[in-house]
């Protein structure tokens, strides 16, 4: 069993940065494959980007590509979102997922999913 909590997320103005984190229990964390997702008022849950188990494996939604970028700490059982250069269409709740044999864009095979950390972006 895995507990995701997800921290970092607040109001920023179009074209500022936030960083969010994830924050894993559990002792297999280095096996999963991470995922953040977000879902915006009125829209489905839409993928953002991923991350394989040793970092080595990196994915991205076109829509944040060249301006999030995605990263994992084994040793400290958390995994970063770092957002620059964000616009208000990037306002959403940002899910924390893990997968014990998954590292891709498909919510469904996603196992553990955290509560969620709302991002605004003003404009």
């Known amino acids: 069993q895995v507990q995701l909590v997800e921290s970092g997320g607040g109001l920023v103005q179009a074209g500022g940065s936030l960083r969010l984190s994830c924050a894993a229990s559990g002792r297999t964390f280095s096996r999963y494959g991470m995922g953040w997702f977000r879902q915006a008022p009125g829209k489905e849950r839409e993928f953002v980007a991923a991350?394989?188990?040793?970092?080595?494996?990196?994915l991205y939604a076109d829509s944040v590509k060249g301006r999030f970028s995605i990263s994992r700490n084994n040793a400290q059982k958390t995994v970063s979102l770092r957002m620059d250069n964000l616009k208000p269409e990037d306002t959403a709740v940002y899910y924390c997922?893990?997968?014990?044999?998954?590292?891709?864009?498909?919510?469904?095979?996603?196992?553990?999913w955290g509560q969620g950390t709302q991002v605004t972006v003003s404009s």
């Open positions: 991350i394989g188990w040793s970092g080595g494996t990196t």
């Open positions: 997922a893990a997968s014990n044999d998954y590292t891709g864009r498909n919510s469904v095979r996603y196992d553990y």
